[in-house]
């Protein structure tokens, strides 16, 4: 490709030199419009990080890989423009564009055998394969001999296989990528159309024979009356990313209808919830493979939860049990208040029955399949049904898993008719600031109306905002941010709008309850079972929820949301925050700040934002052979003689200068016939402007320091550039620190005329800058433009107006570039900007900080 564009470059040189001018003027054109998009994905990528937005990394992948196509096309532009200058710029481009890649590449996973294990074959190195909730299991039976059901896993492996079997790899990442976390209708449809990608797959042949056998092995005993578990052993689900409740487990299952229920636990890998949870975790789709655990399902008289350690007391001396009658799933999903009972941690172990709760429902097995929900005649407490030589039986468990895991354990246990127990689960339990204290709400003088006292906190912390209820899923579709949702029971679903939530309270549940272990992972103050949420706090409420105490306040209580205890216990930033910030770091960075000295060429790009400078900068400089290794301009460039001190050089397109210049090297104002670059020029030395025309007088570095270098006194201003026809401008601008583009059409046809204009960059810090960009926002804004701003760069547009009404808005933005040309050196206040938008829109047009009138 080099030698062909060489070949090119000097055929058209010597032969076709009117053919050379327009293919590098296509390929100039090229280059900015690259340069324009670029700069456009540069901003979003840093305004993700910097806003702490979540999306999944496919999209930002698909982002990056838009960037590089980008930056691609600026750098083969710029070797277009002079194949003899800029030929090793490929080469940078490439290196940096591999590390970028390498940083976006989750790690490589493996889709061959093992695709089965069985419990007893799960060894000490098989966590990856396996999944946390299957190999805690297998160790809680290997090391610890406590008993756990019959059962094997389906491997991460099998996972992985089935997805490459399916060729369905980037169809995820395609809709994984335009998926929005942050709007429920985009999260709900791409997680429809992502199961349904999984439950219309085809298992592939390997996998479904060594299912059948492993189903054999562990049906010898029962034969086809064997029913089992299907649960969820996702790699990084049991872990400090618990996964609490997001994915789906199929209960009740005969042996002959695993196949159909290991596709609908894989496919519960893109429910909504589990995407919002592992998008916020900043997991590629890749690192959390589903593995699924296949269990003998255990007839449950009596179920139950154990923390070794109190949640919002982790300090504390007992361990907790939650027990209710029959299956565990009513628990867990926060759909039943359970007993607890209470047990010291250290021997003699005394045992606290303080908390019997009646309990109207249970979750029994079916004849049909997966459970059934009936009333539950017995009102016995269930934490009755437990001797106390199995509470005992269960502390000891805890105790062992705990010492084992060397952390706090969140337990799921159950009881068979035969009164026979069973480990069904260990994961870490996430608890709460041990230093955190709460506030004694006594000591307060607090004068607002108590709507609600009463119930269990579940999370910590407090929280304000207006009350949504839930009764539906659909009704999260309205939830606004920042409000405390209230309803019946918490379920799993929520998670998709945790990151809206001031707080949660339910009418019944507990600590115990999956969303529970979610709301203290995010910080989010919750408190259930209060029996009447419902029934007293009505829908737009506005309240102040005081988790530790237990009360509901009307309206805002600043005595609270102002206390340390109101500040949310977040866990620190993500590997998302992580692994975007490592990516920007081949992206952000401008190296290349002096255009003047040896490291600005294609060796001194370290990230695409030093090749886009570098492409740029060169780029204008071959399109007007400014840069000429022999200081030979090209024909038809003229350097525009006037009394600013801007370095200007033209190029005419077409009737952009009178015929009486065509023969000139520099010509005078009144030599142009350029209708847009006529009144952006009037605007730039309207009268009331201050110029310095001498700029060797002022002395930037008392502005700036770093002035020394970049800002050369030889210069006056950097070099300004313009392409013009007669009612076409293209105008890039120099101001010393800061650029200007500005693109504009000014003719008869309304529909065609348009003003684009963009400005960046500056000497003063980013925040003087943003102020000088908010200021700039507001004019333009008056003057009906359209803008977007992003840091310290803001896009304007005018579109579809009338020729004579352009034209005005022409000179007002040559006005408003003079005005501002070092108005960031001088701003320090937001106050500043609104009496320099008041000074500019009554005719007072100098705002500069050089003038010396």
């Given at each position: ?62 982002r990056c890989e838009e960037l590089s196509s980008r930056v691609a096309v600026v750098a083969e532009s710029l070797i277009k423009l002079c194949p003899t ?769």
């Open positions: 490709m080099y030698i062909k564009n060489l070949f090119k470059h000097w055929t058209y040189k010597i032969f076709a030199p009117g053919l050379l001018l327009r293919e590098k003027y296509e390929a100039f054109r090229n280059l900015l419009e690259s340069d324009k998009k670029s700069h456009e994905l540069i901003a979003e990528l840093e305004q993700i990080y910097y806003d702490q937005k979540r999306i999944d990394l496919a999209a930002v992948k698909k200058c800029y030929a090793n710029l490929g080469d940078y481009f490439k290196k940096i564009d591999f590390y970028i890649k390498l940083a976006l590449e989750p790690e490589p996973f493996d889709f061959s055998p093992p695709f089965f294990l069985t419990l007893d074959e799960i060894t000490t190195d098989a966590r990856s394969l396996t999944g946390n909730k299957a190999f805690n299991l297998a160790m809680a039976s290997k090391k610890l001999a406590l008993p756990v059901p019959r059962g094997f896993v389906i491997t991460a492996n099998s996972y992985h296989y089935f997805i490459e079997a399916n060729d369905l790899r980037q169809k995820i990442n395609e809709k994984l990528a335009q998926m929005d976390i942050s709007s429920t209708d985009s999260l709900e449809s791409a997680s429809h159309e992502l199961q349904q990608l999984i439950l219309t797959a085809e298992i592939p042949e390997e996998i479904e024979v060594g299912l059948s056998d492993a189903c054999k092995n562990i049906s010898l005993e029962d034969g086809d009356t064997l029913r089992v578990s299907v649960r969820s052993s996702a790699r990084g689900e049991d872990s400090e990313t618990s996964f609490a409740g997001q994915y789906k487990t199929v209960l009740n299952v005969h042996v002959h209808e695993i196949a159909d229920a290991y596709k609908e636990v894989v496919a519960s890998k893109y429910s909504p919830q589990a995407l919002f949870y592992r998008i916020n975790h900043g997991l590629w789709d890749q690192e959390a493979p589903m593995a699924v655990l296949v269990l003998e399902m255990i007839d449950a008289k009596v179920s139950g939860v154990i923390y070794t350690s109190d949640p919002g007391d982790p300090q504390g001396e007992k361990i907790l049990l939650y027990t209710i009658w029959g299956m565990g799933e009513l628990l867990v999903a926060g759909k039943v208040t359970p007993s607890i009972v209470g047990v010291t941690r250290e021997p003699p172990h005394l045992i606290e029955r303080s908390e019997a709760v009646d309990q109207t429902l249970q979750a029994i097995s079916s004849d049909q399949g997966d459970l059934q929900v009936v009333p539950r005649k017995n009102d016995q407490p269930a934490s009755l049904a437990l001797s106390d030589e199995s509470v005992l039986r269960l502390t000891e468990w805890a105790m062992k898993l705990e010492e084992f895991h060397g952390m706090s354990q969140d337990i799921e246990w159950c009881m068979a008719e035969s009164g026979e127990l069973f480990l069904l689960q260990a994961r870490p339990l996430k608890v709460e600031d041990s230093d955190r204290q709460p506030i004694d709400c006594r000591d307060l003088e607090v004068e607002h109306r108590i709507l609600l006292s009463g119930g269990t906190r579940a999370s910590s912390g407090i929280g304000a905002g207006v009350v949504h209820q839930v009764q539906r899923a659909a009704d999260l579709k309205s939830l606004p941010a920042g409000a405390v949702l209230v309803s019946k029971t918490a379920t799993p679903d929520f998670v998709q709008v945790i990151g809206s939530l001031n707080g949660v309270i339910t009418d019944v549940g507990s600590a115990a309850g999956h969303f529970a272990s979610v709301a203290r992972e995010f910080g989010v103050p919750m408190l259930v079972n209060t029996g009447t949420a419902t029934q007293r706090l009505p829908q737009g409420q506005e309240v102040t929820l005081y988790a530790d105490a237990k009360v509901v306040y009307q309206g805002k209580v600043p005595q609270l949301l102002e206390s340390e205890c109101a500040e949310r216990l977040v866990p620190p930033d993500s590997r998302f925050a992580n692994k975007l910030k490592k990516i920007l770091g081949f992206i952000s960075p401008l190296n290349l700040v002096d255009i003047t000295a040896e490291k600005f060429a294609p060796e001194g790009c370290k990230t695409f934002h030093d090749i886009l400078r570098f492409a740029h900068e060169k780029g204008v400089q071959e399109m007007f052979s400014l840069g000429d290794r022999n200081s030979r301009r090209a024909r038809g460039a003229k350097k525009l003689m006037s009394d600013i001190p801007i370095v200007v050089y033209l190029l005419d397109l077409a009737d952009g200068l009178s015929k009486d210049a065509k023969e000139e090297k520099e010509i005078r104002v009144d030599h142009i016939t350029s209708v847009p670059f006529i009144k952006v020029w009037k605007g730039l030395s309207h009268p009331d402007i201050y110029w310095d025309q001498t700029i060797e007088h002022f002395n930037w570095q008392d502005l700036d320091p770093t002035a020394e270098g970049f800002i050369r006194p030889d210069f006056k201003l950097l070099g300004s550039y313009a392409i013009l026809s007669g009612d076409y401008l293209n105008f890039n601008i120099h101001f010393g620190y800061h650029f200007v583009v500005l693109d504009a059409l000014c003719g008869d046809v309304l529909e065609n005329n348009y003003i684009m204009l963009r400005f960046a960059g500056g000497g003063a810090e980013l925040y003087s800058r943003h102020l000088r960009v908010n200021f700039l926002k507001e004019i333009l804004l008056k003057h009906g433009f359209n803008v977007e701003t992003k840091g310290d760069l803001i896009d304007a547009q005018l579109m579809r107006v009338d020729r004579q009404t352009l034209e005005e808005k022409l000179e007002t933005v040559g006005l408003l570039l003079a005005s501002t040309r070092v108005l960031d050196m001088s701003l320090r206040d937001g106050s500043q900007v609104d009496e320099m938008v008041d000074k500019f829109l009554s005719g007072k047009y100098d705002l500069s900080p050089l003038s010396r009138r």
